[in-house]
């Protein structure tokens, strides 16, 4: 093989991760290309609910050096995020190559090999920028293959005018349940329940029209405990103690867990008032579903909505991709993000954390750190 069939930098994903990835290493003179199995930028935004907003402010949810248009609210809808997505690749006429979808990355005498669309490149540096919120998951909870009732995922939502006279219940208090617990308790639905095994870290998105997110910098500069005390304060100043209400506490401080196990602190635009208010109820989490419909409880108890939607989070699909490099934990979220990992030099993965500040503000972060790795390696 001539030194010329090896690229210098293969990107994996067309995303805000990859993108940022790809425009930082051209600023530093560093070629890339963008392998994108999508046909355009931005497909997971497009396919996300017609009511998402971002639970992050705009400011802190940019590409770099471009900035939401003028009169883009403090939290952009899904198609003010494709939109922007879209200006950021055009504008930098950036090396996507669309409906390449990536099958495998391996190891092959010092360099990366990626597996595209049955053909073998090579490179010396792969970054991995495929999304942590790739395959939406379910636990396998038990009777729910012969439930006779529907049984969806936060990512099918669909809109919440959709559930106009039908009951609902939510499983998780994360982040996704509450996202569609705002936007469902403003339609016309009927009775909503939210199962809940843990309690949720969860802010207000904005206190007296104030966006919080605004505040992000300074939480996120804060050691865990002292962060923990901020979060959990500004909760219980904003709703007191939610177990009057039925929802159990949280199993610990909302930074901690994001920092330690990945979990995303929920945002809240009215769905815990409407707990408080009974237009919510919260019950136990889930034991089992049943073939005529039936949902059973952890207490015992029994309803019937006329949809579930398991608010469960995501899996990044990483396991077939790089599994046998031992760079994953046991939930296949990659070790390192930001970075590479020292039993994959030159393997780097970013965008599969949540942050504070934001992910889309983490991964502009991460790219231009991956550059300068990339460009001081040796590998180069
Ligand atoms: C419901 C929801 C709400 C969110 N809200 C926010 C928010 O308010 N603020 C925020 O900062 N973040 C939010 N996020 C996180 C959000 O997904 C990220 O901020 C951002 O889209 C992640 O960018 P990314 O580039 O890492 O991944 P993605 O945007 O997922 O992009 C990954 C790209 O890689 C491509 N790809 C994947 N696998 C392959 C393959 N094998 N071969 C080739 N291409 C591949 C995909 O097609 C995609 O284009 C939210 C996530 C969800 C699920």
Same mark, same amino acid.
């Given at each position: 093989? #001539?030194?010329?069939?090896?690229?210098?930098?293969?990107?994996?994903?067309?995303g805000p991760?990859?993108?940022?990835t790809s425009h930082?290493?051209?600023?530093?003179?560093?070629a890339s290309?963008?392998l994108?199995?999508?046909?355009?930028?931005?497909?997971?935004?497009r396919?996300?609910?017609?009511n998402?907003t971002l639970?992050t402010?705009r400011?802190?949810?940019?590409?770099?050096?471009?900035?939401f248009p003028?009169?883009t609210?403090?939290? !952009?809808?899904?198609?003010?995020?494709v939109?922007?997505?879209?200006a950021?690749?055009?504008?930098?006429?950036?090396?996507?190559e669309?409906?390449? &979808?990536?099958?495998t990355?391996?190891?092959?005498?010092?360099l990366?090999?990626?597996?595209?669309n049955g053909?073998?490149?090579?490179?010396?540096?792969?970054?991995?920028? &495929?999304?942590?919120?790739?395959?939406p998951?379910?636990?396998?909870?038990?009777?729910a293959?012969?439930?006779g009732?529907?049984?969806?995922?936060?990512?099918?939502?669909g809109?919440?005018? +959709?559930?106009?006279?039908? #009951?609902?219940l939510?499983?998780?208090?994360?982040? #996704?349940?509450f996202?569609?617990l705002?936007?469902?308790?403003?339609a016309? $639905?009927?009775?909503?329940?939210?199962?809940?095994r843990?309690? !949720?870290s969860?802010? !207000?998105?904005?206190?007296?029209?104030?966006?919080?997110?605004?505040?992000?910098?300074?939480t996120n500069?804060l050691p865990?405990?002292l962060?923990?005390?901020?979060?959990? *304060? $500004?909760?219980?100043?904003?709703w007191? +103690?939610? $177990?009057?209400?039925g929802?159990?506490?949280a199993p610990g401080?909302?930074? #901690?867990?994001l920092?330690?196990?990945?979990?995303?602190i929920?945002? +809240?635009d009215?769905?815990?008032?409407?707990?408080?208010?009974?237009?919510?109820?919260?019950?136990? &989490?889930?034991?089992?579903?049943?073939?005529d419909?039936?949902?059973v409880?952890?207490?015992?108890q029994?309803?019937?909505p006329?949809v *579930?939607?398991?608010? &469960?989070?995501?899996?990044?699909?990483?396991?077939?991709?790089v599994g046998?490099?031992?760079?994953?934990?046991?939930?296949g979220? !990659?070790?390192?993000?930001?970075?590479?990992?020292?039993?994959?030099?030159?393997?780097?993965?970013?965008?599969?954390r949540?942050?504070?500040?934001?992910?889309f503000y983490a991964?502009?972060?991460?790219a231009g750190?991956?550059?300068?790795?990339i460009?001081?390696?040796r590998?180069?």
């Amino acid at each position: 093989m #001539s030194s010329t069939d090896v690229e210098r930098v293969i990107v994996i994903g067309a995303g805000p991760a990859g993108m940022a990835t790809s425009h930082a290493l051209g600023k530093i003179g560093v070629a890339s290309v963008i392998l994108e199995q999508e046909a355009r930028i931005g497909e997971p935004w497009r396919r996300r609910h017609k009511n998402i907003t971002l639970n992050t402010h705009r400011n802190f949810s940019a590409m770099p050096g471009l900035a939401f248009p003028k009169g883009t609210p403090a939290f !952009p809808g899904r198609d003010a995020v494709v939109d922007h997505l879209m200006a950021f690749g055009k504008h930098h006429r950036l090396p996507i190559e669309y409906g390449v &979808t990536v099958d495998t990355i391996s190891r092959e005498d010092g360099l990366w090999a990626v597996r595209a669309n049955g053909a073998k490149r090579l490179a010396r540096d792969v970054v991995v920028a &495929t999304g942590r919120d790739k395959h939406p998951y379910m636990p396998e909870w038990k009777g729910a293959k012969e439930f006779g009732g529907r049984l969806i995922h936060a990512a099918d939502f669909g809109q919440a005018n +959709d559930y106009a006279g039908k #009951s609902v219940l939510v499983i998780g208090a994360g982040n #996704s349940g509450f996202d569609l617990l705002n936007h469902l308790i403003r339609a016309k $639905t009927g009775q909503l329940w939210l199962a809940a095994r843990n309690g !949720p870290s969860i802010l !207000p998105k904005r206190i007296a029209n104030v966006a919080v997110h605004m505040f992000s910098p300074v939480t996120n500069a804060l050691p865990n405990w002292l962060a923990d005390a901020v979060v959990g *304060t $500004t909760q219980r100043l904003m709703w007191g +103690d939610m $177990t009057r209400y039925g929802m159990p506490k949280a199993p610990g401080g909302g930074v #901690s867990r994001l920092r330690s196990d990945y979990t995303a602190i929920a945002a +809240d635009d009215g769905a815990m008032n409407a707990i408080k208010a009974g237009r919510i109820k919260v019950v136990p &989490t889930v034991r089992e579903f049943r073939p005529d419909g039936a949902v059973v409880l952890d207490d015992g108890q029994t309803i019937r909505p006329d949809v *579930t939607i398991a608010g &469960t989070g995501y899996r990044t699909g990483l396991d077939g991709l790089v599994g046998e490099y031992g760079v994953l934990d046991e939930r296949g979220f !990659p070790l390192v993000n930001g970075s590479d990992h020292p039993n994959a030099p030159g393997l780097w993965f970013l965008g599969m954390r949540p942050n504070l500040r934001g992910c889309f503000y983490a991964a502009v972060q991460q790219a231009g750190e991956i550059a300068k790795g990339i460009s001081r390696s040796r590998r180069l």
